[in-house]
């Protein structure tokens, strides 16, 4: 599966998306990860649809919307109309998982699953045929600039080997705390799509890009 880096705009400079986002893709950015949040389902607030509908006309990037957000089915439309690609919904953010992950198929996006570090593959096992990926967070989600939890890698390895044995295809994305340091044990254990925010935009972004990607050949 191709490696991907998806930079986090939720360390971007809140004033300069459009400014920042352009670098990101200049650089060599494989997606845009943004991260929605209600204030709710974790203790912090960032942006919705309005956003990513004023950031489409100024990039081609994938838009993957990591959903921190109470009743997620509530964003799906509004999102598709905003130009969002894909949207990963957490299991502990609604009981109708299954059935949230379909409509945003039938909306024409990719779907995933996201599950805590606290939260256990077994719980998303009835839903992998459903979707094109899988978020495994290796920070509690919130905020950016955490440390990475290293507890969460056996997740990713779970993951991999079902992905095998069952003979399907989801991606794997892994989300906190990775570093030119972290990414290795995360690819190693099957992970392809790299969600970096702090790492990324604290000093050069290319120059940070690169040491990424140099750890991904
Ligand atoms: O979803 C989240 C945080 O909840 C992330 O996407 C962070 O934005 C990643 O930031 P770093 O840990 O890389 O600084
Ligand atoms: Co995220």
């Known amino acids: 599966m191709k490696n991907k880096i998806a930079p986090s705009i939720l360390s971007a400079d809140f004033g300069n998306f459009e400014r920042d986002v352009q670098k990101l893709e200049a650089a060599g950015a494989d997606v845009l990860h943004i991260d929605i949040m209600d204030g709710h389902f974790v203790d912090n607030l960032t942006f919705g649809a309005g956003v990513v509908a004023a950031l489409r006309p100024h990039t081609t990037l994938f838009f993957d919307c990591h959903m921190m957000v109470e009743h997620p089915e509530k964003y799906i439309l509004p999102l598709k109309k ?78 991999d080997a079902l992905r095998t044995e069952k003979s399907l295809h989801f991606e794997i994305e892994v989300d906190g705390g990775i570093t030119d340091e972290t990414i290795t044990s995360a690819k190693r254990a099957g992970a392809n799509i790299f969600v970096a925010g702090s790492f990324v935009f604290n000093g050069n972004i290319e120059e940070n890009i690169k040491k990424l990607k140099n750890k991904l050949k």
């Open 82 to 159: 905003a130009g969002a690609n894909s949207m990963s919904i957490h299991v502990e953010s609604t009981p109708h998982l299954h059935g949230t992950l379909q409509q945003i198929k039938n909306a024409g996006m990719k779907a995933a699953a996201v599950i805590n570090p606290g939260t256990s593959v077994e719980l998303i096992k009835p839903v992998l045929s459903l979707v094109d990926m899988v978020l495994v967070m290796t920070v509690n989600p919130g905020f950016g600039g955490q440390k990475f939890l290293p507890e969460t890698i056996e997740k990713v390895s779970m993951l």
